[in-house]
């Protein structure tokens, strides 16, 4: 069984400075992806940005970037230039490949960007 | 915009009364999944539909009875719920071969009394 783990239940930022939201996911399975969702006060689960376990290099959408880490199966999530937008609960997610495979999702972080 | 959309967006009920949840897609997936998300606990996976097949039903009390009459809608019908199955239900879509990531709908918030 796969598990996710968010360890941050809560963080804070300064407007336009960067902040960073670990993950780390516990798996035997040697093809995956790793997915962040946003989800603000609206309640729209939002996908921010994928990345294929089997792809080195880091995968980067504007402002947001990840550091996966395979061997130390980390998947953090870098936020640049934080904006008061940015403020949500953030999830982390995991999924093995195959058609029939379903997310894992972690506990969640959130995160407020302070004026 | 996802491209995936629920209606009501907002459900209040009796433990007596019998309603339904509506989901829609239009992205051309093919599986569908209802979730259920309380305050303060993990998103818990409810039903998943691939090909309006039912593929997987985790442990959901019969009081909620999903319905998948073809791969672009999802139904959730409640009958006599309990004020603990007061929660926001999240309805998502995927294709089922190459790309893995879900697309949610904006969910509707169900409030039993």
């Known amino acids: 069984a796969q598990t996710v783990t968010q360890s941050q239940p809560e963080m804070s930022v300064q407007e336009a400075e960067t902040v960073t939201l670990s993950c780390t996911y516990d798996t035997s399975e040697n093809n995956y992806y790793l997915f962040w969702y946003k989800q603000p006060p609206s309640r729209q689960m939002i996908l921010v940005i994928r990345?294929?376990?089997?792809?080195?290099q880091n995968a980067t959408e504007n402002r947001f970037s990840v550091n996966f880490q395979k061997a130390a199966k980390s998947f953090s999530l870098k936020i640049s230039d934080s904006q008061l937008g940015d403020t949500a609960m953030y999830f982390c997610?995991?999924?093995?490949?195959?058609?029939?495979?379903?997310?894992?999702f972690g506990s969640g972080t959130q995160l407020t960007v302070l004026p | 915009e996802t491209g995936v959309t629920q209606t009501p967006r907002h459900l209040v009920m009796g433990m007596t009364n019998k309603k339904s949840l509506k989901c829609e897609q239009h992205?051309?997936?093919?599986?569908m999944y209802w979730y259920k998300q309380s305050a303060k606990k993990p998103l818990e996976l409810m039903f998943v539909?691939?090909?309006?097949?039912?593929?997987e039903n985790n442990s959901v009390p019969s009081r909620f009875s999903p319905e998948c009459p073809n791969s672009s809608h999802l139904f959730l019908h409640l009958h006599t719920l309990q004020p603990e199955d007061s929660a926001l239900y999240l309805c998502?879509?995927?294709?089922?071969?190459?790309?893995?990531?879900?697309?949610f709908g904006p969910g509707t918030r169900l409030t039993v009394t």
């Open positions: 992205l051309g997936h093919n599986a």
């Open positions: 539909y691939n090909f309006k097949e039912q593929t």
């Open positions: 990345q294929e376990a089997y792809k080195q």
């Open positions: 997610a995991f999924v093995p490949s195959g058609s029939a495979r379903q997310l894992t």
């Open positions: 998502a879509s995927r294709r089922t071969s190459g790309r893995y990531e879900q697309y």
